[in-house]
């Protein structure tokens, strides 16, 4: 079994920036892809960010693109999501998910979930 912790979640107001760190440990592997998803309330998990083990060739939903950074430190088994530039409708609870088995974009090809940690947007 692998486990991630997140943290880094809160309230900020629009325009700010918020760092969004997941641990992994157990039988976690650095040649995992890791993701960030993200659910609305009343919406459907969104995609948001992957990045591979190697930490190059990151990719990104369009709507964050441009504003959110997903990097990786292997040696601490953790994934990163630099939040910059938020908007209201970045209000959701965000996931971090590892062990792709399918394509990056959708949920179900991941194998293992975070808790999940609340970011909240202001305006």
């Known amino acids: 079994q692998v486990q991630l912790v997140e943290s880094g979640g809160g309230v900020v107001q629009a325009g700010g920036s918020l760092r969004h760190p997941c641990a992994a440990s157990?039988?976690?592997?650095?040649?995992?892809?890791m993701g960030w998803f993200r659910q609305a309330p009343g919406k459907e998990l969104e995609f948001v960010a992957a990045?591979?083990?190697?930490?190059?060739?990151?990719y990104y939903a369009d709507s964050v693109k441009g504003r959110f950074t997903i990097s990786r430190d292997n040696a601490k088994s953790t994934v990163f999501l630099q939040m910059n530039s938020l908007k209201p409708e970045d209000t959701a609870v965000y996931y971090c998910?590892?062990?792709?088995?399918?394509?990056?974009?959708?949920?179900?090809?991941?194998?293992?979930w975070g808790q999940g940690t609340q970011v909240t947007v202001s305006s």
């Open positions: 998910a590892t062990d792709r088995r399918g394509p990056a974009r959708q949920s179900t090809s991941y194998a293992y």
């Open positions: 157990g039988r976690f592997l650095s040649t995992y892809e």
């Open positions: 990045i591979g083990w190697s930490g190059t060739n990151p």
